[in-house]
């Protein structure tokens, strides 16, 4: 079986910084994209940021240029630098992994982080 653990979030003020983590393991033969969620009251879950094996990296229009995602693949860990936070960023965040395990046989399936909280101040 496959867990996801992330930490890094807390409260911070309008223009400041956090960066998130979260780290799978378990029996994992190969991870493809990784991503970012975020989710505030009575809202839907959205993407935040996402980044594939290879590299490539999308952001949501509301974080580009703020936001930075990254991966380490030998920690089987993302990444989320998040800069010049603003009042709207605000909400419970959460890790996603597509993970292809040691006894896959239908290919990956996704994992979620527990969520963590990010309070911006105004």
């Known amino acids: 079986q496959v867990q996801l653990v992330e930490s890094g979030g807390g409260l911070v003020q309008t223009g400041g910084s956090l960066r998130l983590s979260c780290t799978a393991s378990?029996?994992?033969?190969?991870?493809?994209?990784m991503a970012w969620y975020r989710q505030r009251p009575g809202k839907e879950r959205e993407l935040v940021g996402s980044?594939?094996?290879?590299?490539?990296?999308n952001y949501a229009d509301s974080v580009k240029g703020r936001f930075t995602i990254s991966r380490d693949n030998a920690k089987n860990t993302v990444y989320l630098q998040m800069n010049s936070l603003k009042p709207e960023d605000a909400a419970v965040y959460y890790c996603?992994?597509?993970?292809?395990?040691?006894?896959?046989?239908?290919?990956?399936?996704?994992?979620w982080g527990q969520g963590t909280q990010v309070t911006v101040s105004s």
């Open positions: 996603n992994m597509q993970i292809m395990t040691r006894t896959s046989v239908f290919g990956t399936q996704p994992f």
């Open positions: 378990g029996s994992i033969r190969f991870i493809r994209n």
């Open positions: 980044i594939t094996n290879s590299g490539a990296t």
